[in-house]
């Protein structure tokens, strides 16, 4: 069976699991956060997917990384991350377990992230951290809104 890369929006779809481009839209609502991903095809075998999670007003950063390979195919992933951060425009990578589980190789780990689920604002780009709150984000009431900007439930997305 070979291994499918495919281009989608924002990114590359590789092995199933999803590397996407994001940046920073600064909306009025909420200052500007400087974050961003992007994923580049490096040549035919080499994807490299790079993140700044931190931003103006986060203090405890913190990096990660990893490189798993397959069948020839490596993705290298680098994040400059920030405990404190509240919100944040790019995407997160799959986690190295995702990728073992799709029979890849880790060639290399340094550190971990360490926020769990992730669901983000569509209007400010606050973030809801399930290991931070203490709720799945599915078991929150149908009328909860975005303690930031008020916004419905229905207008957050997962981002890990």
Known sequence: MSLTIEK???GF???GLELKNGKCGCTSVSPCCYSWSRVKKKDAG?????????GPETKDHYEWSYSVKKDGVTIRVTVEDA??????SGYIPPSVKEWEEKGWDVVEKNN???DGAIW?????RWLYKEAKEGTPFEELPDDWKCPKCGVSKD???QIS
């Open 8 to 10: 989608i929006p924002g």
């Open 13 to 15: 779809s590789v092995d």
């Open 46 to 54: 080499t994807l490299e997917f790079v993140a700044k999670m931190t």
């Open 83 to 88: 405990r404190d951060k509240e919100i944040y």
């Open 112 to 114: 971990d992230r360490e």
């Open 120 to 124: 983000r604002c569509g209007a400010c």
């Open 155 to 157: 207008s957050f997305e």
